[in-house]
C-alpha cells in the first residue's frame, strides 16, 4: 500500500454561528471577535460576515496564511495574531487605514514576507514583529509617523534604521536578543565621554560657588578622557550616536 503524504494538524472548523457567540464587547463600546486558542489552522473565511467587527484577535492558533480579503475588515482598529505560523502577510494589509494595533509576534516572518504596504497603515501606534526570523528592517516602516512602540525582540537584527529609530512619536522600542554588533572599545569610551557632556549644559552663573567647582574638577577630568582618545578616533559631533536597544525597557512578557 502506498504511502501517502503526512498531514498537518486537522484544525478546528469555526462556524459562523460559533464566530458570533465569540463577539464581545470592549470596556470602550467596540465589537471583539475573539477567535483565539481554537487550534484553527486556516483563517476561517465565514467570519467575512462580521467583517464589520472593531477587534479580532485570532492569536495563538496555527494559522500559515492571512488571506488577501483581510482588507474587507474596514473598521479594524486592532489586530492580533501572535502565536501562530504565519510566513507572510499579504499586501492588502496595508488597506486597514483604522489600524492602531498589530501584534504579529512569535510567527515566522522574514525580512522579504514584510510587504512594503505595511508603511500605508498611517495611524499605526504599536506594532509587535518579536520572535520572529527578521534579520532586516524595511526603511520604509519610517513612514509610520503615528508609532509610538515597537517590539523587534528576538530576531536576526544586526542594525535598525534611523527612519525607524528616529520616528517623531517613538517612545518604546524593545529589540533585546538580536545580534546586534559589539562596540569596540574605542566607542564605549568616546559614548562615555558624550554622557558626560550632556550633563552639564548649565550656564556657570546659575551654579552656586561649591557646585560650580564640582563641574570645574568633572570638566577636568573630561579632558583628561578626550586627550586619551586617538586624534583618528574622535568625532565632532556625538549626537548621532546611539545605542539600539537604549529604548528598550519592557520585558518580553508584556509584549505576549
Given at each position: 500500500?502506498?504511502?501517502?503524504?503526512?498531514?498537518?494538524?486537522?484544525?478546528?472548523?469555526?462556524?459562523?454561528?460559533?464566530?458570533?457567540?465569540?463577539?464581545?464587547?470592549?470596556?470602550?463600546?467596540?465589537?471583539?471577535?475573539?477567535?483565539?486558542?481554537?487550534?484553527?489552522?486556516?483563517?476561517?473565511?465565514?467570519?467575512?460576515?462580521?467583517?464589520?467587527?472593531?477587534?479580532?484577535?485570532?492569536?495563538?492558533?496555527?494559522?500559515?496564511?492571512?488571506?488577501?480579503?483581510?482588507?474587507?475588515?474596514?473598521?479594524?482598529?486592532?489586530?492580533?495574531?501572535?502565536?501562530?505560523?504565519?510566513?507572510?502577510?499579504?499586501?492588502?494589509?496595508?488597506?486597514?487605514?483604522n489600524?492602531?494595533?498589530?501584534?504579529?509576534?512569535n510567527?515566522?516572518?522574514?525580512?522579504?514576507?514584510?510587504?512594503?504596504?505595511?508603511?500605508?497603515?498611517?495611524?499605526?501606534?504599536?506594532?509587535?514583529?518579536?520572535?520572529?526570523?527578521?534579520?532586516?528592517?524595511?526603511?520604509?516602516?519610517?513612514?509610520?509617523?503615528?508609532?509610538?512602540?515597537?517590539?523587534?525582540?528576538?530576531?536576526?537584527?544586526?542594525?535598525?534604521?534611523?527612519?525607524?529609530?528616529?520616528?517623531?512619536?517613538?517612545?518604546k522600542?524593545?529589540?533585546?536578543?538580536?545580534?546586534?554588533?559589539?562596540?569596540?572599545?574605542?566607542?564605549?569610551?568616546?559614548?562615555?565621554?558624550?554622557?558626560?557632556?550632556?550633563?552639564?549644559?548649565?550656564?556657570?552663573?546659575?551654579?552656586?560657588g561649591?557646585?560650580?567647582?564640582?563641574?570645574?574638577?568633572?570638566?577636568?577630568?573630561?579632558?583628561?578622557l578626550?586627550?586619551?582618545?586617538?586624534?583618528?578616533?574622535?568625532?565632532?559631533?556625538?549626537?548621532?550616536?546611539?545605542?539600539?536597544?537604549?529604548?528598550?525597557?519592557?520585558?518580553?512578557?508584556?509584549?505576549r
Amino acid at each position: 500500500m502506498a504511502k501517502g503524504k503526512a498531514k498537518g494538524p486537522k484544525g478546528k472548523k469555526v462556524t459562523l454561528k460559533v464566530a458570533k457567540n465569540s463577539i464581545k464587547i470592549t470596556f470602550d463600546g467596540k465589537r471583539r471577535l475573539d477567535l483565539s486558542k481554537m487550534g484553527i489552522t486556516t483563517f476561517p473565511k465565514c467570519i467575512l460576515k462580521l467583517a464589520d467587527v472593531d477587534e479580532l484577535d485570532l492569536s495563538r492558533n496555527m494559522i500559515k496564511k492571512i488571506p488577501d480579503f483581510i482588507e474587507k475588515f474596514q473598521n479594524l482598529r486592532w489586530l492580533d495574531l501572535h502565536s501562530n505560523q504565519i510566513e507572510k502577510l499579504p499586501e492588502t494589509i496595508g488597506m486597514l487605514q483604522n489600524l492602531f494595533y498589530l501584534n504579529i509576534c512569535n510567527n515566522k516572518l522574514t525580512a522579504k514576507n514584510l510587504p512594503v504596504e505595511l508603511s500605508q497603515l498611517k495611524n499605526l501606534r504599536t506594532l509587535n514583529l518579536g520572535l520572529n526570523q527578521i534579520d532586516n528592517l524595511p526603511t520604509t516602516l519610517g513612514a509610520l509617523k503615528e508609532l509610538q512602540e515597537v517590539g523587534l525582540f528576538d530576531n536576526y537584527l544586526t542594525t535598525i534604521p534611523n527612519s525607524v529609530a528616529k520616528l517623531p512619536k517613538l517612545k518604546k522600542m524593545n529589540v533585546k536578543r538580536n545580534p546586534f554588533p559589539q562596540p569596540t572599545e574605542e566607542e564605549l569610551l568616546i559614548d562615555t565621554i558624550k554622557r558626560i557632556e550632556a550633563l552639564y549644559l548649565v550656564d556657570e552663573k546659575d551654579l552656586c560657588g561649591p557646585c560650580l567647582k564640582r563641574c570645574q574638577e568633572e570638566r577636568d577630568k573630561l579632558n583628561k578622557l578626550k586627550n586619551a582618545v586617538p586624534t583618528s578616533l574622535r568625532k565632532p559631533n556625538f549626537s548621532s550616536l546611539m545605542t539600539p536597544n537604549s529604548t528598550a525597557k519592557d520585558n518580553q512578557a508584556e509584549w505576549r
